[in-house]
Structures are given as structure tokens and as C-alpha cells.
């Protein structure tokens, strides 16, 4: 019987914060080189008790078995520009040595029936806590921005239908999906155009900060000196 809820999920959200933490310093390892950068945002959270318990009554979990059985108590996802980054990101993922994974689940190229697309993986974190090392279970999904607006829309949708959604709804969510991929498909057609355009913008703002910067330190300097 779990008696401090507090207590249970606090490897689970040290675990989080340090990954996003790691996942951050990767983008910004990126965008210092400069090269493009797979990773567009990433976001993460430690699931809510009454999910934890609802989950394991569908499942047939004993509370015992939660930190074996249920291995998306702590969670992230990592947004991307282009079907290509995703890839690109479970290949960095694979190659990391602070994780173990354990799972994996391509929905982009296996899609799900309901439409649902995305990448998901189960590692292995080993978070170090004041009584020593603890492995801790974390799933990252891993989308397009697209895959992710459609995602959220369905978990919105059957949170209210509890997974019986009426046929229109149903047939308007699996257009809606192929829509998403056929838009991801698009842009993955120009990305090199894209990614262009993107250092352009990138280089050209950086160098009117830049200039920017310089005037606010001129006028700065010539105010100082009519002071004295």
C-alpha cells in the first residue's frame, strides 16, 4: 500500500527534471554550432495519482508492481519540425550512455487505427538519490508539431467519449490525421528550402541584435561622457 504519494513520485519527478534539463543542453548544442536543430521544444510531467490508479485497476496492476508494470509514470515529449528529426533524435537517444532503452514503438510507420502517429521509446534512467541509485522507467514520445496538434485534440476528444466516439467524429479525426501526415510529408518535400530560410532569419537577426546592441552601447558611452 503506498502511504506518501509524495514520497513514491519524487524519483520519478527528479527524473523529469533532469532529463529536460540534458534535452535542452542538446538543442542548445545545436543551435551553437549552427546547425539545424531537430529538437524544437520539449516538454514533460510526472502522471497525476488518479491516472496512476485508473490505469492500474483497467490493467490489473498491484500497487506492489506500479514501478515495474507502469512505465509511463514519468514522461516527456520532444517536439520536432520534420518527420526526418525524429528519426535524427532516436538515433541521438539511442547513442547516450546515461540511459538504457527498453522499448520501442514507431506509430509513424506503423500508425495506429485511429490515425494516431508518433515515436515512442521506454528507457532507463538511473537518477541518483541520497539513498543511492534508483533506476527509474521513462517513456518519451517523440512527434511533429502536426502529430502533436492532432494528438492533443484526440486525447481531448476521447477524455469526453471515453474512447467511443461517434462514427462522424471517428471518420473526421482519421481524415484529419492523414491531413496531418500529408502536411508533414509536405514540408519534409522542402525542407532543405526550409532549413535554408531558417539560417537566413537566424543570421540576419542575429546580426541586427548584434547592431542593436552596439548603438544602445555608443549612445550609452556618449550619455556617460556628457555626465562628466
Known sequence: MIENWD??????????KELKVKLRGIR??????????????????????????AKAKLRGIPEDRFEEEIQDIAGLRIMCQFVEDIHA??????????????????????KKASGYRSYHLVVEYPVQLVTGEKNI??????????????ATIEHSLNYKYQGEF???INDRLKRAA????YL??????????IQE????????????????????????????????
Not at 514520497?7 to 523529469?16: A, G, K, N, R
Open 7 to 16: 514520497l513514491f513520485l519524487e524519483p520519478y519527478e527528479q527524473t523529469v
Open 28 to 53: 542548445k548544442q545545436y543551435k551553437e554550432k549552427p546547425a539545424h536543430v531537430p529538437i524544437e521544444f520539449i516538454t514533460g510531467r510526472v502522471k497525476p495519482v488518479d491516472s496512476i490508479l
Open 89 to 110: 533524435v532516436v538515433q541521438l537517444l539511442r547513442s547516450r550512455k546515461d540511459m538504457k532503452i527498453i522499448q520501442e514503438r514507431d506509430y509513424i510507420t506503423n
Open 137 to 150: 522507467f521513462v517513456e518519451i514520445q517523440i512527434r511533429t508539431l502536426s502529430m502533436n496538434f492532432w
Open 166 to 168: 461517434p462514427k462522424e
Open 178 to 181: 492523414e491531413a496531418s501526415y
Open 184 to 193: 508533414d510529408e509536405e514540408m519534409s518535400a522542402i525542407r532543405e528550402e
Open 197 to 228: 530560410a531558417q539560417r537566413l532569419f537566424s543570421h540576419g537577426k542575429g546580426r541586427k541584435e548584434k547592431q542593436y546592441y552596439e548603438t544602445f552601447k555608443k549612445k550609452d558611452s556618449e550619455s556617460e561622457n556628457k555626465r562628466k
